[in-house]
């Protein structure tokens, strides 16, 4: 499979380095500092702190060719319109991995509906310079699939080409049929951690403040009553069930784990993204 993964931050970098690893003819594109980086000395991975760095000589390109059997866009939301005019006369079925709470439609129009694919990433890591640190394997994780689907939640042939695909390449990947519920109800729950985090100066910190985790909460739980249609997964319900007097010390633990560690990272980029979540949110929230 022809493959483009369009973003080369941690996930995209990490995607490009397993499928083309898998035997896939893919290219990674970058730009600026890191697309120097990467021509000079490759992909560097590293599992978790591990002073072992694993380099993968992935093609890097700096813009599309003409046709792509898959496009990856893996960039944060509100880079969406920059990847769309990139990639709107390239040809290919396009896979929209990313934050995005507003459907399936704002993609259709700029590039065609037919071509439109989504999913999220469940991987993750951090960059350490120009050192992707991946998140290392758990029994936790494994159980987490990546989920991907058409918008129109159809099984589809290339959808169940591209799971194998990622499959075939050891990432974790499941066809998810009601993809854009799945993505609105990660957006409920996250836009609320984020600025609560970022507002706390860290997940520790907030850790520290039951009130904050508090209305934290009090806020995810407007956003899943706020959804046209019941949270995916299921799981995430029972946020709306569960009383707060048990909610705030489970999310203090793990606002005090290593799996939250993650959340630490403040640049322009991430608070960019969740301004963006904020607007999608709100459209099906009511929430100013």
Same mark, same amino acid.
């Given at each position: 499979?022809?493959? &483009?993964?369009?973003? =080369? #931050? @941690?996930? $995209?970098?990490?995607?490009?380095?397993?499928?083309?690893? %898998? +035997?896939? !003819?893919?290219?990674?594109?970058?730009?600026?500092?890191?697309?120097?980086?990467?021509?000079?000395?490759?992909?560097?991975?590293?599992?978790?702190?591990?002073?072992?760095?694993?380099?993968?000589?992935?093609?890097?390109?700096?813009?599309?060719?003409?046709?792509?059997?898959?496009?990856?866009?893996?960039?944060?939301?509100?880079?969406?319109?920059?990847? &769309?005019?990139?990639? =709107? #006369? @390239?040809? $290919?079925?396009?896979?929209?991995?990313?934050?995005?709470? %507003? +459907?399936? !439609?704002?993609?259709?129009?700029?590039?065609?509906?037919?071509?439109?694919?989504?999913?999220?990433?469940?991987?993750?890591?951090?960059?350490?310079?120009?050192?992707?640190?991946?998140?290392?394997?758990?029994?936790?994780?494994?159980?987490?699939?990546?989920?991907?689907?058409?918008?129109?939640?159809?099984?589809?042939?290339?959808?169940?080409?591209?799971?194998?695909?990622?499959?075939?390449?050891?990432?974790?990947?499941?066809?998810?049929?009601?993809?854009?519920?799945?993505?609105?109800?990660?957006?409920?729950?996250?836009?609320?951690?984020?600025?609560?985090?970022?507002?706390?100066?860290?997940?520790?910190?907030?850790?520290?403040?039951?009130?904050?985790?508090?209305?934290?909460?009090?806020?995810?739980?407007?956003?899943?009553?706020?959804?046209?249609?019941?949270?995916?997964?299921?799981?995430?319900?029972?946020?709306?069930?569960?009383?707060?007097?048990?909610?705030?010390?489970?999310?203090?633990?793990?606002?005090?784990?290593?799996?939250?560690?993650?959340?630490?990272?403040?640049?322009?980029?991430?608070?960019?993204?969740?301004?963006?979540?904020?607007?999608?949110?709100?459209?099906?929230?009511?929430?100013?």
């Amino acid at each position: 499979m022809k493959v &483009l993964v369009y973003g =080369a #931050g @941690v996930i $995209g970098t990490l995607f490009a380095a397993r499928l083309h690893e %898998a +035997g896939n !003819d893919v290219s990674l594109l970058a730009r600026g500092e890191r697309l120097a980086s990467l021509q000079e000395n490759g992909v560097q991975l590293a599992a978790g702190d591990s002073p072992i760095i694993e380099i993968v000589t992935v093609p890097v390109v700096e813009s599309a060719a003409d046709a792509y059997d898959l496009i990856v866009v893996q960039v944060r939301a509100h880079q969406m319109e920059a990847a &769309l005019e990139s990639i =709107a #006369g @390239v040809q $290919g079925d396009v896979l929209f991995m990313l934050n995005w709470a %507003a +459907g399936p !439609d704002y993609m259709a129009a700029a590039i065609g509906g037919e071509r439109v694919l989504l999913g999220f990433p469940t991987e993750g890591g951090t960059m350490d310079g120009q050192v992707v640190r991946y998140r290392t394997s758990s029994v936790l994780a494994r159980l987490v699939s990546m989920p991907i689907g058409e918008p129109d939640g159809r099984s589809t042939p290339r959808l169940e080409r591209i799971v194998q695909s990622f499959r075939s390449a050891g990432i974790n990947a499941k066809t998810e049929p009601r993809m854009d519920t799945w993505l609105k109800t990660h957006a409920a729950f996250e836009l609320p951690l984020g600025r609560a985090v970022h507002t706390a100066g860290g997940p520790k910190l907030l850790a520290r403040d039951p009130a904050a985790i508090r209305l934290m909460i009090q806020t995810m739980k407007h956003n899943l009553r706020s959804m046209p249609t019941p949270p995916v997964p299921r799981t995430f319900g029972a946020l709306l069930i569960l009383p707060e007097a048990l909610l705030v010390p489970v999310f203090g633990r793990f606002l005090r784990s290593e799996a939250a560690s993650p959340l630490s990272t403040d640049t322009p980029a991430v608070l960019a993204e969740l301004d963006r979540l904020a607007e999608q949110v709100r459209a099906f929230s009511g929430r100013r």
